[in-house]
């Protein structure tokens, strides 16, 4: 079974904090992830995608742990603009098709405040 | 400019009725796909092509069909066999369908049934 799971928050968090955000996946043998970025009533995003040594772009950090099966996004100094609703995305490669269709987390909201 | 454009924005649906939801890239991306988006659920696939003139089953095919005719389109139809279509949908594409790929996604069209 592929599964993508995400604490579906919200997060409420002042300005200028840090906040992290996890995601487990199922299958050991997945290839590929990214974080997405969905703001309300609109499409996903790329924000980033996690490579195996870790990476980091501006305020957000994203880190893999193949051995745990587990996917994290820092920001750091949070921003009112941050909020929105992030999304973990896996692609299970060796599941049954093609090995581009991507396994959607259901998404963490981010709720920074003044 | 480059991107995906899907419409209408909003779309309503009668019993009964068959509807079709319009997918356009000018990316020069050989794979599309489409997703369905329930409130607080992650994104599910109905189908996707890897290019013109073929294309497959997702995880939620039943009750909804497409067309790869050209390369720039992929239109969706909710046919009267999906009984709760009422959901965000969005199309996508990459490059090619494969897990180095990202994916980029259109803004969406919500469909409600009357």
């Known amino acids: 079974r592929k599964e993508v799971e995400q604490d579906p928050g919200p997060f409420n968090v002042p300005e200028g904090a840090t906040v992290a955000f996890n995601c487990t996946y199922s299958?050991?043998?997945?290839?590929?992830f990214f974080w997405y970025r969905q703001d309300c009533r609109k499409e996903p995003k790329l924000l980033m995608s996690?490579?195996?040594s870790g990476n980091e772009d501006g305020r957000f950090t994203a880190q893999l742990n193949r051995a745990s099966q587990y996917i994290s996004l820092l920001i750091r100094d949070s921003k009112l603009s941050d909020s929105a609703t992030y999304l973990c995305?896996?692609?299970?490669?060796?599941?049954?098709?093609?090995?581009?269709?991507?396994?959607f987390g259901k998404g963490t909201k981010l709720s920074v405040k003044p | 400019d480059g991107g995906i454009t899907q419409s209408p924005k909003y779309l309503f649906r009668k019993e009964g009725q068959n509807v079709t939801l319009s997918c356009e890239q000018n990316?020069?991306?050989?794979?599309m796909y489409w997703y369905r988006q329930d409130p607080g659920q992650g994104l599910r696939l109905i189908y996707y092509?890897?290019?013109?003139?073929?294309?497959q089953k997702g995880d939620i095919a039943e009750g909804y069909s497409v067309s790869r005719e050209k390369k720039e389109s992929f239109p969706l139809t909710v046919t009267s066999a999906q009984k709760n279509p009422t959901a965000f949908y969005l199309c996508?594409?990459?490059?090619?369908?494969?897990?180095?790929?990202?994916?980029?996604f259109g803004p969406g069209t919500r469909l409600l049934v009357l």
């Open positions: 996690v490579y195996s």
């Open positions: 092509s890897q290019i013109v003139n073929d294309f």
């Open positions: 299958n050991s043998a997945s290839q590929s």
């Open positions: 996508a594409s990459s490059m090619r369908n494969s897990y180095q790929e990202t994916q980029y």
């Open positions: 995305v896996v692609n299970f490669s060796n599941y049954g098709g093609s090995q581009g269709n991507l396994i």
């Open positions: 990316l020069n991306h050989d794979a």
